[in-house]
């Protein structure tokens, strides 16, 4: 008999080998330990990169995370697909990776699926629970943690407390990252920390973040306190959800987990890794003519609510139609303001010019204070089936949807509604005051950017948001922007009214490239983009709509960045330094075998630019000033 109780630990134990990359760097293994909980470690060359770490899951009525014994491992498969991105850092992704499935049952007899993969850039698991004598499957609380050395390194972006806030409209991700802190130190928010989440462990860097959410389970995040460096998976607020609707996942059938998903390396890897979206389910039926990203004029973010007016919109559209941009933004209260005869002829006005129009919605029921319109028009499928076919008669091209509430798994399925209704009316989409969107962009080709960042607004209300405004961006693209678009809303060369600007040109010009979003939308105004130099306005109208590819040249989280950016056959490096002195970047640029460039970057003063040739070499150094930066267009 004691044989035989011992039986399980002793399989597990031998079946559960580490399970490593197709470049053999990675390496991870899972187990049972001596206090019969599941665990597993990551290593990479050889060298830790996660300690023992938790796995397993608890519903009601199922402990799925200690005494399991490992019923079987399947055979190791190589998993590979290839996708298309409208919007990424990659147009062509090659998801590679070794897959393996293990099967584990409590003492109950009750099972549970853990899916592994392990790619040259990072790792990923999920659960599946699929146990028929458990109908319903109600979420309890998920163990997996990660559990860095106590040297290790972090730089998180505290998760604020839900319905807090200015009209009570938190969380919408739209804090400071603290950065390069302690691992262990604990949140100062009691509601945790937001994905992705950056480590640094010796030499490797491991950016944590989630994906393939499909509206049944809930966003989760990492918990306020990480004792020991150990961080375990959390669960929203209680409020966080759609009204009278649920928070955690509960099912009836299999429930499957999101991926919990690992970039593992060099910052290099880290920063070019597409794992947000090769975890992400692949896209659903979208008209191909009709995903267009591209730029916009937007009138809100420097002349705020008064510019929501027809004659001033359609200067914008006028604006947006000399830039060669794709959109013009009008946004809350376009329907008091304007109504929709008006809005029917600035659209027709618009389309004349080339230019789509694209107008503002308000999430949200009764779970915040807000007041701008249209508000309440999306809660119910048949307000939005409505609200669809009267922007397509209006001629309106996409939707910017505000204000939502948090990551509950009610208001999970309230978006993904959103994006699949929305896709089938050949709409696009854009969200604020929302959540991270965790890979949608590859499952709706028609989400073209989110918010989810405390974005440039947030510069114009305090000035000590601007004052910070450097080092928070120079701190996003190796976070919030590495997998998914965001829609900070970049570029300001004029003034911004009743704040002093911290930043030269060259950093503004820069976000217009280093910043991933699949519609821009740019803050400048006409006014202030006349100021510019021909050649810098230029610029502005000959940017991509979409990149094919990048490459990570240089940088350091809230510090710097320089980062070539191509598409099609045309090339864009550019850089900014949120420093407080100048900073001399060594960069390699043999791939561009000597093509010349035009670079744009800071002249003596903060507004002034300055304009010259420049030859790529396999040794370049470039330097740039103290808030500065520049782009470099290779023909």
Do not use: C
Not at 82 to 106: C, D, F, P, W
Not at 202 to 219: I, K, Q, Y
């Amino acid at each position: 008999m004691r044989s035989l109780l011992l039986l399980p630990l002793l399989v597990a134990q031998a079946l559960a080998a580490p399970l490593t990359s197709p470049d053999q760097q990675l390496a991870v293994e899972v187990r049972i330990n001596d206090q019969q909980q599941l665990v597993y470690t990551v290593q990479r060359a050889g060298k830790p990169v996660l300690l023992d770490s938790r796995l397993g899951l608890h519903l009601e009525g199922a402990d799925l995370a200690t005494q399991l014994s490992l019923q079987s491992a399947s055979a190791i498969k190589l998993h590979s697909e290839r996708y298309e991105m409208a919007v990424g850092k990659r147009s062509q992704i090659h998801y590679q990776a070794n897959e393996q499935t293990y099967t584990l049952r409590n003492p109950a007899g009750q099972q549970m699926l853990l899916a592994l993969r392990v790619s040259n850039d990072g790792v990923a698991f999920r659960y599946v629970v699929a146990e028929p004598a458990l109908k319903r499957k109600t979420f309890r609380e998920e163990l997996s943690s990660f559990r860095f050395a106590p040297t290790a390194r972090a730089w998180l972006q505290p998760m604020s407390v839900a319905q807090t806030g200015w009209s009570r409209v938190n969380p919408a991700y739209e804090e400071h990252y603290v950065m390069d802190m302690a691992v262990g130190t604990a949140s100062p928010s009691p509601a945790g920390w937001v994905f992705p989440a950056l480590f640094k462990t010796g030499d490797v860097w491991v950016a944590l973040t989630e994906a393939n959410m499909d509206g049944s389970f809930h966003a989760s995040r990492l918990r306020a306190e990480s004792a020991g460096g150990e961080y375990r998976l959390g669960a929203p607020m209680p409020v966080e959800v759609f009204t009278g609707q649920g928070l955690l996942a509960d099912l009836e059938g299999t429930l499957a987990t999101p991926w919990r998903v690992l970039a593992i390396g060099p910052l290099k890897t880290v920063m070019e890794s597409t794992l947000g979206t090769d975890l992400a389910a692949p896209a659903i039926a979208f008209d191909k003519a009709k995903v267009q990203p591209g730029h916009a004029s937007w009138s809100w973010a420097l002349l705020k609510d008064d510019a929501t007016v027809f004659d001033v919109q359609k200067r914008f559209v006028d604006y947006a139609a000399d830039m060669h941009w794709d959109y013009t933004l009008v946004d809350a209260d376009w329907d008091r303001k304007i109504g929709d005869a008006r809005m029917k002829e600035l659209a027709d006005y618009a389309s004349a010019k080339g230019v789509g129009l694209l107008v503002w919605y308000n999430s949200s029921g009764d779970w915040n204070d807000t007041k701008y319109t249209p508000k309440s028009a999306l809660l119910t499928r048949e307000q939005r089936a409505k609200e669809f076919a009267r922007m397509r008669e209006l001629g309106i091209r996409g939707l910017k949807i505000d204000f939502f509430n948090g990551d509950g798994q009610s208001m999970m399925a309230y978006y993904v509604d959103l994006l699949k209704e929305t896709a089938a009316a050949g709409l696009l989409v854009n969200f604020h005051g929302a959540t991270l969107p965790r890979g949608w962009t590859r499952t709706y080709p028609n989400l073209m950017t989110v918010e989810g960042v405390k974005g440039f607004e947030f510069a114009t209300f305090e000035q000590k948001d601007q004052d910070l405004v450097a080092p928070h961006l120079a701190m996003l693209s190796f976070a919030r922007n590495l997998f998914d678009p965001m829609d900070f809303t970049p570029v300001v060369f004029g003034d911004i009214p009743k704040i002093k600007r911290s930043t030269r040109n060259g950093f503004e010009l820069a976000q217009a490239v280093l910043l991933l979003s699949g519609i821009q939308h740019f803050a400048e105004i006409p006014e202030g983009m006349a100021t510019v130099p021909p050649p810098v306005k230029a610029m502005l109208q000959a940017l991509p709509r979409r990149w094919d590819e990048v490459r990570f040249l240089s940088g350091e989280p809230g510090k710097h960045l320089v980062l070539a950016r191509r598409a099609g056959k045309q090339w864009f490096v550019a850089g900014f330094n949120a420093g407080t002195s100048d900073k001399t970047v060594a960069l390699d640029l043999s791939f561009l075998k000597g093509r010349e460039a035009e670079l744009i970057g800071d002249g003596e003063g903060p507004r002034d630019f300055k304009i010259e040739p420049f030859k790529a070499a396999a040794r370049t150094a470039l330097t740039m000033k103290p808030n500065g930066g520049f782009v470099a267009r290779f023909k």
